[in-house]
């Protein structure tokens, strides 16, 4: 095929991924159709196909693409810092767009909001993070702050660290969450005693914990559904 034949080719098949688009919505799109779309908006006039499914594959499907690292995402060949940085961007995007929706009015309208928005933000992160969110007597949201990066455990989650944020916000309940990136979804046993230990120590305080969840990629577990709390 001659150049100017390709990237005939190419640009007739961009404009036709992005006519069933307008038609049928990202529904009428397959996972590989959905990445190579959107990469011809950071590269053009380049076949993205072959790009796209090597993300996937690396990544183990779209929501592990758009959880990536920028480093991570340019180890795969084709991929540059412009095409990374937009993969990158649409995951920070989505994160606000549910936060938003969640927290709407900064209150929270569910448990369920709370469990989607930490499965968009923290549900496809490679290492643990435990985070708290802050909030006032009508459940309004004051903060969510994130506590620790890394392994969660008693000895690293202080219970000091999540109180001196709880004043500082003038919270009157917070509620717990952390990931688990191996998916696991059933609590450690040094989980259910940092979750005591946070518990104790703010009801001496006069602050509720309301829930603590784990995410993972796949779903969620709750403390207080399961008689933890």
């Not at 209150?107 to 369920?112: C, D, F, M, T």
């Amino acid at each position: 095929m001659k150049p100017d034949d390709s990237a005939s080719h190419y640009l007739g098949h961009r404009s036709r991924l992005q006519q069933r688009f307008v038609e049928n919505g990202i529904k009428g799109l397959q996972d590989y159709e959905v990445l190579e779309l959107l990469l011809t908006y950071g590269v053009t006039r380049k076949d993205r196909k072959p790009v796209a499914k090597a993300l996937l594959k690396r990544f183990e499907g779209i929501s592990g693409v758009f959880g990536a690292e920028i480093h991570e995402l340019e180890e795969i060949d084709g991929v540059g810092e412009k095409t990374a940085i937009l993969i990158n961007l649409m995951q920070s995007l989505m994160e606000l767009c549910v936060k938003e929706r969640t927290f709407h009015k900064v209150k929270i309208s569910s448990p369920e909001a709370v469990v989607e928005y930490c499965r968009v933000s923290m549900g496809w992160l490679r290492d643990e993070q435990f985070r708290v969110i802050y909030l006032n007597s009508q459940n309004e949201v004051l903060s969510e702050e994130v506590i620790q990066e890394g392994t969660v455990d008693q000895a690293v989650v202080y219970p000091r660290k999540v109180l001196e944020y709880a004043l500082r916000h003038k919270a009157v309940s917070i509620i717990l969450v952390h990931n688990h990136p191996g998916g696991l979804l059933k609590p450690s046993r040094s989980d259910i005693e940092l979750t005591k230990r946070l518990k104790n120590t703010s009801e001496e305080m006069g602050i509720k914990v309301h829930d603590h969840f784990i995410i993972t990629r796949d779903g969620h577990y709750s403390f207080y559904e399961n008689g933890l709390l």
